[in-house]
T-cell receptor
Framework: AQSVTQLGSHVSVSEGALVLLRCNYS??????LFWYVQYPNQGLQLLLK??????LVKGINGFEAEFKKSETSFHLTKPSAHMSDAAEYFCAVSFSGGYQKVTFGTGTKLQVIP | EAGVVQSPRYKIIEKKQPVAFWCNPI?????LYWYRQNLGQGPELLIRYENEEAVDDSQLPKDRFSAERLKGVDSTLKIQPAELGDSAVYLC????????????????FGPGTRLTVL
């Protein structure tokens, strides 16, 4: 069965510091990978997705993620954190070859310290 | 363009009472999803509709949960009777048809309904 593991339920960074949120997936077939952001009392918003092609994916708000098949990872990064980045981030996986449901990780809450 | 609309935003009920959630998807989106998000967890799919047809309801607890999407637009999710463990945020999402040319389409989420069962 498909699954994703997010390392660290809470991550704190200083404003201006690098943001690194970790995600590993398990899959026996080529995955589709996603990062979503959820602000308090709001629904999820897609940050970026990997389906095929270039393994470095750029998303909204300056975020990017790199698909590393050898490491089964899809870590999310941003060079410089802003206060507005404080939110919960979810990694998710689905598969190619017909519709497969999207499976979400347990989320990582990002705190940005002024 | 209006996003996915859900109501109510919050609901508090006593256990064994019924409750219903309503979702209006983005105009033109064929696919509608209901998710449940427990505290500290990611969303889990309950049911997926393609137009008015429920094509994946394998995770819907059918003894107490029901859903409908009449006319392939708005949808209602019902719980009857509610149990303490049903306390969660219920999220609705919509997308163009789930797959286009083999590519998965982006899901757009509503703000959710936070249910508290006492």
């Amino acid at each position: 069965a498909q699954s994703v593991t997010q390392l660290g339920s809470h991550v704190s960074v200083s404003e201006g510091a690098l943001v690194l949120l970790r995600c590993n997936y398990s899959s026996s077939v080529p995955p589709y990978l996603f990062w979503y952001v959820q602000y308090p009392n709001q629904g999820l918003q897609l940050l970026l997705k990997y389906t095929t092609g270039a393994t470095l994916v750029k998303g909204i708000n300056g975020f990017e993620a790199e698909f590393k098949k050898s490491e089964t990872s899809f870590h999310l990064t941003k060079p410089s954190a802003h206060m507005s980045d404080a939110a919960e981030y979810f990694c998710a996986v689905s598969f190619s070859g017909g519709y497969q449901k999207v499976t979400f990780g347990t989320g990582t809450k990002l705190q940005v310290i002024p | 363009e209006a996003g996915v609309v859900q109501s109510p935003r919050y609901k508090i009920i006593e256990k064994k009472q019924p409750v219903a959630f309503w979702c209006n998807p983005i105009s033109g989106h064929n696919t509608l999803y209901w998710y449940r998000q427990n505290l500290g967890q990611g969303p889990e799919l309950l049911i997926r509709y393609e137009n008015e047809e429920a094509v994946d309801d394998s995770q819907l607890p059918k003894d107490r949960f029901s859903a409908e999407r009449l006319k392939g637009v708005d949808s209602t999710l019902k719980i009857q009777p509610a149990e303490l463990g049903d306390s969660a945020v219920y999220l609705c999402a919509s997308s163009l048809q789930a797959l286009t040319s083999g590519r998965i389409n982006e899901q757009f989420f509503g703000p959710g309904t936070r249910l508290t069962v006492l």
